[in-house]
């Protein structure tokens, strides 16, 4: 798989605040990426400078090979590109707004967008100042979607909107999408854990991580070890061991480099005799707070 | 071009409110400024609001149109759709030639028409008053939206730009102010095209804001710092006629001597010379556009000219009067010896004089446009009246009423402009003369303007101290 989307060494600052450092990122083709992190991490930033909404400080971002402060008309034909806070032409109905963005793509498709408008249940006559804010990213989903775009960039777009309405955009969204990559941010891991096949962490403007999801819930594993020697306790934990948790009789921490017999091998290095030693699988969400934390503790 | 298209309906569509009430404005500008081609006419009081309203629907529809596509921000939803910066630019551009270029013209024309002009004879003064349009409001408001993502942003800056063009035009130079006007306009227009330009094309909003600010700084600075001595001598590039400047003499009228006074107010002094110029070829006379002037005390100092403030003479153009203003320290210093006075007059010789007779039925008068004498001219408070109307500028002729006004003199009008248009809303410059009484005829005359002079010129031997007068005899 080759990177759609590319970030080397991509910087950015504003007034001195450093929104993104030094960010390396590869969105491989294909793929639905899920680009995470705490709020102000540099999420939104990174999508406007792949946008060429912002221009970079430094380095360099590119979107179809190409660099994005280049991003030529015909490249967002390919491109459909909903945010959570982006200004739409509010007098314009529904219906209107889709008319009106038909000939700007040689690809759209009217079939498509009428299910889309169906799907979505979407009041074709009502201007977009009148839409709830749900109805409003269905909108923005539906015009971004009807043209059966190379690459779907996301920000934030479940942000404040209902559960119902998410599942529904999800649905939509993953219907449609077809083999087009998508690019989905959000601070809020349960959003979209269950369809993205990739996961990047972005914390403090830097990737501190980025791969497959089944991979990366392979490699943490919260663990629970029943001491023997209440004694033991190391000067410093492994770099590998987050939210760490001592107590006489139990150590508890999270394992970010998980591989049973090299951390079982470990743990009785450190602690020596252990009683027992519980492991569970992890969802994102709690990867999440554990890297959250981490992160901050070393900040 | 179909992206272009597309666009433009969308605008239509979008602004169709707008657009309604402009072209509404525009016809009531239209009826109010076709009244008053009638000597004796009766005014709609609601189409009088059509003439402060015709530029402020302007600038709201131009602004509008390119608010409509904000190019300032990283929010609005076409940045990320397959818009060609050219196209866009090419909508807005054709929106504001077919809603306020050409219903200007349209209106100009029928106004031009009903003032009884002959629209072929004027299609320079239509032309140049669209290019003036486009230069000086047009493209300016477009600038300013393009750097603008808000009312309150653009209001800002439209009432920033209002106050630098104000600063701009300074003081006036009557007949000269096409000079100092045009480079405004140059500077104005063709910063405001580099930043729409740069906008469109590259939306580096700051830089070009910066960029803005440095062009309000530029003709700001560069219209007032223009001396009157360089509008002179471009403007003595347009004599129709040479005449060789040594023929002139500049010099102290001593049959005049009356009108010389010094008076001695605080800690300033105010001094009044009458001169007189000879040597003026036969046929033509000289009008003073203005003097600056030094004074040149008997050791050798120099009260600065631009210490001086320069003064035309719109009501004694051929009486010139110099009036200096110095301080008491100096006139102390200077008041009991023989003084000098070291000068440049700016002169205009007019002649090819012509005279016309005016009555209640309006006439065509050469170089002043068409003329009649009203019993109640409505546009000026329904007194007896004569005027004359003139397409698109000031007369080009100086134009006097001799024989309705002992005074009479249009001279405040008149424009040594080589253009056939001048920045104003309405098409038709009215010169005009209130009379005291109502009259059925008058005779009206012109003078060409035939060369633009500049002529240096000393006067020597005067005792200032010999012209004092009490405060209240100056003037």
Redesign the interface.
């Known amino acids: 798989m080759s990177g759609i989307l590319r970030a080397i060494d991509l910087s950015k600052r504003f007034r001195g605040t450093v929104a993104l450092d030094r960010l390396n990122l590869d969105v491989p083709e294909g793929g639905v990426y899920g680009l995470v992190g705490p709020n102000g991490a540099g999420k939104t930033t990174a999508i406007?400078v792949f946008?060429?909404?912002?221009r970079p400080t430094s380095g360099l971002a590119e979107v179809f090979g190409h660099d994005s402060r280049r991003l030529a008309?015909?490249d967002?034909?390919q491109?459909g590109?909903v945010?959570e806070?982006?200004?739409?032409?509010e007098?314009m109905t529904v219906e209107?707004f889709l008319g009106?963005?038909k000939?700007?793509?040689p690809t759209w498709d009217d079939t498509r967008a009428a299910e889309l408008l169906r799907q979505f249940d979407l009041p074709t006559g009502r201007t977009l100042k009148h839409l709830s804010r749900g109805m409003r990213m269905k909108a923005?989903l539906a015009s971004s979607l009807a043209y059966r775009p190379r690459l779907i960039v996301l920000d934030e777009p479940f942000t404040g909107l209902d559960p119902l309405v998410r599942d529904e955009l999800i649905e939509g969204l993953l219907e449609n999408a077809g083999g087009a990559t998508t690019l989905i941010s959000s601070h809020d891991l349960a959003e979209i854990e269950t369809f993205a096949s990739h996961i990047g962490y972005l914390d403090r403007g830097r990737l501190q991580f980025s791969e497959d999801i089944s991979a990366l819930t392979g490699r943490f594993r919260e663990i629970e070890v029943t001491r023997v020697d209440p004694s033991a306790s190391p000067a410093q934990w492994p770099a590998s061991w987050l939210s760490v948790e001592a107590s006489p009789v139990m150590v508890r921490f999270v394992d970010s480099q998980f591989h049973r017999e090299q951390t079982f091998a470990e743990i009785r290095r450190i602690l020596g005799g252990v009683q027992h030693i519980a492991v569970s699988p992890m969802p994102l969400r709690a990867i999440f707070v554990a890297l959250a934390k981490a992160g901050r503790k070393v900040a | 071009m179909?992206?272009t298209l597309?666009i433009f309906k969308?605008d239509v569509?979008?602004l169709r409110y707008e657009l309604l009430v402009t072209l509404l404005i525009v016809v009531a500008f239209t009826i109010w400024d076709m009244a008053h081609a009638q000597p004796v006419g009766r005014i709609l009081i609601m189409t009088q609001f059509g003439f402060p309203l015709l530029p402020i629907a302007g600038w709201i529809l131009v602004s509008r149109v390119i608010h409509?596509e904000a190019l300032p921000?990283?929010?609005?939803?076409w940045?990320?759709?397959?818009?060609?910066w050219k196209s866009l630019l090419g909508a807005k551009a054709l929106f504001i030639l077919v809603f306020v270029n050409l219903p200007k013209l349209g209106s100009d024309a029928i106004i031009i028409h009903s003032n009884g002009f002959s629209l072929e004879r004027e299609v320079p003064g239509l032309f140049w008053s669209q290019v003036l349009l486009t230069a000086a409001f047009v493209l300016p408001i477009a600038a300013l939206s393009a750097l603008t993502s808000g009312i309150v942003q653009l209001v800002s800056a439209t009432l920033v730009t209002l106050l630098g063009v104000g600063l701009a035009f300074g003081t006036g130079w009557g007949p000269l102010d096409w000079i100092r006007y045009s480079y405004v306009v140059i500077v104005l227009a063709l910063a405001a095209f580099a930043v729409v330009l740069w906008q469109y094309a590259r939306r580096r909003t700051w830089p070009a804001r910066f960029f803005a600010a440095a062009a309000g700084v530029f003709m700001v600075y560069g219209s007032v710092s223009i001396p009157l001595m360089t509008a002179v001598t471009l403007q003595s590039r347009f004599s129709k006629q040479p005449v060789d400047p040594s023929l002139l003499h500049v010099s102290f009228d001593a049959s005049r001597k009356s009108l010389a006074r010094v008076r001695i107010t605080g800690d300033s002094v105010q001094i009044q010379l009458p001169l007189e110029i000879t040597g003026v070829p036969d046929g033509m006379d000289a009008v003073v556009d203005g003097f600056s002037v030094s004074i040149v005390a008997p050791d050798g100092t120099v009260w600065p000219s631009n210490q001086i403030p320069l003064t035309s003479f719109p009501y004694q153009p051929y009486s010139p009067l110099i009036l200096a203003t110095v301080d008491s320290t100096f006139y102390g210093t200077v008041k009991d010896g023989p003084v000098r006075f070291r000068g440049s007059a700016y002169l205009t010789l007019v002649g090819n004089r012509r005279t016309d007779k005016v009555g209640k039925e309006p006439i065509t008068v050469l170089g002043a446009g068409v003329c009649a004498v009203a019993d109640h001219e409505p546009q000026y408070a329904a007194q007896p009246a004569i005027t004359c109307r003139y397409p698109f500028r000031s007369p080009p002729r100086m134009v006097s009423a001799p024989s309705a006004s002992e005074s009479s003199l249009f001279l405040e009008t008149v424009s040594y402009s080589p253009f056939a248009a001048e920045l104003s809303i309405s098409p038709i410059s009215t010169s005009f003369e209130v009379l005291s009484k109502p009259i059925s005829e008058a005779m009206v005359v012109t003078r060409e303007p035939f060369a633009h002079i500049l002529r240096e010129f000393e006067i020597t031997g005067l005792r200032l101290a010999d012209f004092e007068v009490q405060p209240d005899q100056l003037r």
């Open positions: 406007k946008m060429n909404l912002i008309p015909f967002f034909t491109i590109y945010s806070n982006q200004e739409m032409p007098w209107y009106y963005l000939p700007f793509y923005a | 179909r992206q597309h969308k569509r979008c409509a921000g990283d929010r609005q939803f940045l990320t759709r397959p818009y060609a």
